[in-house]
């Protein structure tokens, strides 16, 4: 068992003065890797803080742990098997990567063949998934194709009709391209939505509408037997958890929407933390800093959520996708041995979007009971045509909050008083491009990985997601031994 208490006794001090004690706070506290500098200054870590945790890491054997997801190893020790999203991006197992290396060339003949009317007119790209399958491609998408009108991609994740309808009201059926990404192809509300995109299809008079389906999954025999042509089927090896996935084929919809060259700058930044991951002291590795901040607020000062704020429109998706990433990898109760972690464990993630969650939720976060380390993010080059004091103000404000959590204000009237020594870190890239883009979220898949090597849990399953869909299978038919409550629900709304 690993031993906390050197890490639960770190005397607290506030902000200011661990920056009136330390000259060289500032730069032993930031980095700077694949163009993003990263800045935990205003967190509560000290020299003592990243030791202890460097100690609990040997513990851990995080060097070990860290090796072996490399190597390919069975890490995902509750499923038995590898974690390969790292091969993606050609950092792993020798096989692994070979293997990635050529479902991505398949890939990029099946988009070559698109782009030379293959499928006949081709506009839209109309992708349903969930999930992984969904949330990953969708920030790639809305972060970096916003200026490339190759083709007109729509995500759909929702089994609302709703979702679909929206789209179905844009898009020409005769020159739509259906993808279907579903690792076991089987998924219900990816399956459904499906059917009902090839009904539309159908329904509109479009000639063999199977053959406009591309099917991304670990299980290609499933996608074919559900009528997709082998040669549309793009496959992804089976070590590739949804939520880690958009590497892989399930990246598909950002490749079409922004070409080869920018999908392969996305796996090239990413590349570039691993090495950095792989190969830095702890006290200058970025996953593992920001980790260790985050089990610091966890497990010394009780905090519940962190919060994350993109101060630039295009992340807008950011804080969706890292409730995901976050909360499905390490919000689990037992270590991989299955016994009680017995202590806490994935924080709730959540954020917004500056300047809009100013004036939503900073009131809280500035006067509130509740202390929620922050994480701004930010860009320094503009993406807008706008005048430039549009971009100034952003950041201003961005860097603005942080101080002022940091610092605080006292008055006479306690209701405008700010307590101040409240957390924050800041990321901030240089640009917003494919590379930085993909540096950027291999940075949190690998914090997240220290964090649950640190708490003895495993990432990479996700069982807690299984329990509420095998009910409502077995509401749909008729069955399940429900509570009053819910019976009750299921009948007024006419469902029994």
Not at 448 to 468: C, R, W
């Amino acid at each position: 068992m690993a031993d906390w208490s050197r890490i639960e006794t770190l005397p607290p001090e506030r902000l200011e003065a661990l920056f009136a004690a330390d000259a060289d706070r500032l730069k032993r506290l930031s980095l700077d890797v694949a163009g993003i500098h990263f800045d935990w200054s205003k967190t509560h870590l000290t020299p003592d803080a990243v030791a202890a945790f460097e100690a609990l890491a040997k513990d851990a054997d995080l060097a070990g742990r860290r090796e072996a997801m490399f190597a390919g190893d069975h890490v995902n020790v509750t499923e038995d098997r590898p974690v390969e999203h790292t091969a993606e991006r050609g950092e792993g197992k020798a096989d692994s990567v070979s293997r990635a290396a050529s479902y991505h060339a398949r890939m990029r003949a099946v988009i070559d063949a698109i782009e030379a009317d293959a499928f006949g007119p081709v506009r839209h790209v109309l992708h349903v998934g969930i999930g992984g399958s969904a949330l990953g491609p969708h920030l790639l998408v809305d972060a970096l194709g916003r200026d490339h009108d190759r083709y007109d991609v729509a995500i759909v994740s929702n089994v609302d009709g709703m979702a679909l309808d929206d789209v179905f009201d844009r898009f020409d059926p005769a020159a739509t391209l259906l993808v279907v990404a579903s690792k076991t192809f089987t998924t219900t509300e990816t399956m459904m939505n499906a059917e009902s995109v090839i009904a539309w299809m159908t329904g509109a008079g479009v000639e063999d509408p199977y053959g406009r389906v591309i099917a991304l999954t670990a299980s290609p025999d499933k996608a074919v037997e559900w009528g997709v042509d082998e040669t549309r089927v793009l496959p992804f090896s089976e070590g590739v958890g949804g939520r880690y996935s958009l590497w892989s084929s399930i990246g598909f919809p950002a490749a079409i929407k922004l070409g080869w060259e920018q999908f392969e700058e996305l796996l090239d930044g990413a590349a570039e933390m691993d090495r950095h991951f792989r190969l830095s002291a702890l006290h200058e590795n970025a996953p593992a800093l920001a980790a260790f901040a985050d089990l610091y607020y966890t497990q010394v000062r009780h905090c519940e959520t962190r919060a994350t704020f993109a101060y630039d429109e295009r992340l807008r998706l950011l804080p969706s996708y890292l409730q995901q990433l976050e909360m499905e990898s390490n919000g689990k109760g037992v270590t991989v041995d299955g016994k009680p972690v017995g202590r806490p464990t994935a924080p709730i993630t959540w954020g917004g979007v500056g300047t809009d969650a100013q004036h939503a939720v900073f009131q809280l976060l500035h006067q509130g009971t509740h202390i929620v380390p922050v994480e701004f993010v930010a860009v320094t080059e503009a993406g807008d045509t706008l005048p430039a004091e549009h971009h100034r103000q952003l950041l201003l404000n961005a860097f603005a909050q942080g101080a002022a959590l940091m610092k605080g204000k006292q008055a006479d009237d306690p209701a405008r008083s700010y307590p101040g020594d409240r957390p924050s870190s800041t990321l901030l890239l240089d640009r917003l491009d494919a590379r930085t883009l993909g540096a950027l979220i291999a940075f949190y898949e690998h914090r997240v990985f220290v964090a649950g090597v640190l708490l003895g849990i495993n990432s990479f399953d996700q069982f807690g997601v299984e329990l509420g869909k095998e009910m409502a299978k077995a509401a749909a038919k008729g069955g399940g031994d429900f509570d009053p409550s819910t019976t009750d629900l299921i009948a007024r709304a006419g469902l029994a």
